[in-house]
């Protein structure tokens, strides 16, 4: 019922609600249980990164601010019934940023404590596989992240794949197939303290592998021509017999202008009265054949680590440094390199002699040939300070002849840097391998098959 009141000409209407236009009453919407919580937990989420993209983790990421995200999570859940369709669809997202989260956290931890600051791998047992799998998912689910580690995240699996192989390795009988799977391994992690320790390992179990060969008489050594010579191992005792008969390969190689070293000479056993000193290690810088993408290039790597060691060809880079080696059209070593260094060429003998390679390095720097010299002679050089350019075998194993147009060359033949010696070993700087110390007797038995060198001065 309605009453209307005239008074003084003012009406006055009671039991009615009047609302002008544009001011209708709204109902307000009632609040779930659930929302205070969701929207706290989205708040703590978001402070988990430091980017509202969600991108890159907070620098105050921590596993207590993690522990607190998951409390508050677990709180939102069971209230989940409580939700909307909209709020349920940001609580799937909060949930999503918060698994990230921790891979990102589980990641950046593992990293810290298993690298450090030395990136060298605390824990030998360590297993990488769930490091793995948290990284794939942050590549696909936190691209921007995952960049910005993956080049420790792939150290730190190299190191792991490495130490397994050099467990492999060292582990019951040597084994050339696992220790070359070993060496390369260490040489794909790019950290001088890693290659320090474990390239040691592998060249102590190298040595035993070389020696036991020798000691059993499966492996023979012979000079260029292919004779067989005596040969010591590191305890000085003989191996061979001198008065055994030579062997000879096949065919009588070419002499080529290489007389220095065309006779055979049995390799001297080592006397420390004989060396000038205890011990040295010159310290010439490694160069990669491998970089300067020339496979068949360590002749002029070994020659241009031992240059720079010296102070000549500063200036080079060894793909420059190749541009200027001498090359044999006719593929005769002792006139040139053979073929060419940056591909392996088929029934080509891709090396240089020191007959052409001496004049060559010469013009850059002080070089003598010194091929035929004993094993003290090439520790005399060092002890003076001259590195010397060694031709060896490949992995110091047994020559593999073969007989060529100018003569019979060593198929595995490879050339290094020796720039160290100590009581029982040398130290090798490999363009292939890297730095490492090798046996006397093992280098010596590779040495002896050619027994070319040359020294830069």
């Not at 948290?134 to 936190?142: E, G, I, R, S």
Request: with cysteine; hydrophobic share 35%; proline share 4%.
């Amino acid at each position: 019922m309605k009453t209307m009141v005239k008074t003084g000409g003012i009406i006055v209407l009671s039991g009615l609600l009047l609302a002008g236009c544009g001011n209708q009453a709204k109902a307000s919407t009632p609040k779930t249980t659930g929302q205070p919580q969701l929207t706290r937990l989205t708040k703590q989420v978001r402070n988990l990164y430091a980017d509202s993209k969600y991108e890159m983790p907070a620098k105050q990421l921590s596993e207590a601010a993690l522990t607190k995200v998951k409390t508050q999570k677990d709180k939102v859940y069971r209230l989940r019934g409580d939700l909307s369709k909209a709020q349920l669809k940001t609580f799937k997202v909060d949930q999503q940023q918060l698994q990230s989260a921790k891979k990102i956290f589980s990641v950046q931890d593992t990293l810290n404590v298993e690298l450090g600051k030395d990136q060298l791998l605390k824990d030998e047992n360590f297993k990488i596989e769930d490091f793995n799998n948290d990284f794939a998912y942050l590549l696909a689910h936190k691209a921007k992240f995952a960049a910005s580690i993956k080049d420790k995240a792939t150290l730190l699996d190299r190191e792991v794949k490495a130490i397994a192989l050099v467990k492999a390795a060292t582990t019951g009988d040597p084994d050339q197939t696992k220790i070359d799977q070993a060496r390369d391994a260490i040489n794909a992690v790019d950290v001088k303290a890693f290659k320090d320790k474990y390239l040691s390992k592998i060249d102590d179990v190298n040595r035993k592998l070389v020696e036991g060969r020798a000691l059993s008489g499966s492996s023979k050594i012979y000079d260029k021509d292919g004779n067989e010579v005596p040969t010591y191992d590191k305890f000085g005792n003989l191996i061979n017999d001198e008065t055994s008969s030579a062997k000879t390969t096949p065919s009588n190689p070419a002499t080529g202008g290489q007389t220095s070293s065309a006779s055979a000479t049995a390799p001297q056993r080592n006397s420390s009265n004989t060396q000038p000193s205890t011990s040295k290690v010159l310290g010439v810088s490694f160069i990669s054949q491998e970089a300067a993408g020339a496979p068949e290039g360590c002749e002029a790597a070994s020659a241009l680590e031992a240059l720079h060691y010296k102070g000549h060809a500063s200036g080079m880079s060894l793909a420059s440094f190749l541009k200027t080696m001498p090359i044999a059209s006719n593929g005769n070593p002792y006139q040139g390199f053979g073929g060419t260094p940056y591909a392996v060429v088929d029934g080509v003998y891709q090396s240089i002699f020191p007959s052409a390679f001496t004049p060559w390095v010469a013009g850059f720097g002080g070089a003598s040939n010194i091929s035929g010299s004993s094993l003290d002679g090439i520790i005399s050089q060092i002890a003076a300070g001259n590195p010397v350019v060694a031709w060896v075998t490949l992995n110091y194993q047994g020559p593999q002849w073969h007989h060529y147009d100018w003569g019979n060359g060593i198929d595995n033949a490879h050339v290094v840097t020796v720039d160290g010696y100590n009581g029982d070993s040398m130290h090798i700087v490999d363009p292939e391998n890297g730095t490492y110390w090798i046996s006397k007797g093992a280098f010596n038995a590779a040495y002896s098959y050619m027994k070319f060198a040359v020294a830069i001065s």
